[in-house]
């Protein structure tokens, strides 16, 4: 089972930017759909962004245009840079595979917190 760790959150006022990290414990990335996904209390997790094994990148109508998903298989590691940040982004984010069918798998790291406030 691939092992995958999140890093690179904070606190950050609105408009601001931070990147996002996803460490993964083994190549996966020419293997895998990769996906960012987050949380807040009492919703359920939504995929904002995702990347295929060929580099294709899907982002959700909320964060399109102000969030970037990337990668560098050379360091096993999965990005997201975040601009123009606002709010409704304050968040748990999270990375993980996403299987053919969309879904993605059982297992979840920690998670990295966001919290967008002035």
């Known amino acids: 089972q691939v092992q995958l760790v999140e890093s690179g959150g904070g606190l950050v006022q609105p408009g601001g930017s931070l990147r996002l990290s996803c460490a993964a414990s083994?190549?996966?990335?020419?293997?895998?759909?990769m996906g960012w996904f987050r949380q807040t209390p009492g919703k359920q997790r939504e995929l904002v962004a995702r990347?295929?094994?060929?580099?294709?990148?899907n982002y959700a109508a909320s964060v399109k245009g102000r969030f970037t998903i990337s990668r560098d298989s050379a360091k096993n590691t999965l990005y997201l840079q975040m601009n123009s940040l606002k709010p409704e982004d304050t968040a748990l984010y999270y990375c993980?595979?996403?299987?053919?069918?969309?879904?993605?798998?059982?297992?979840w790291g920690q998670g990295t917190q966001v919290t967008v406030s002035s």
């Open positions: 993980n595979t996403i299987d053919p069918m969309g879904t993605p798998s059982d297992y």
């Open positions: 083994r190549s996966i990335f020419s293997i895998y759909v």
């Open positions: 990347i295929t094994t060929r580099g294709s990148t």
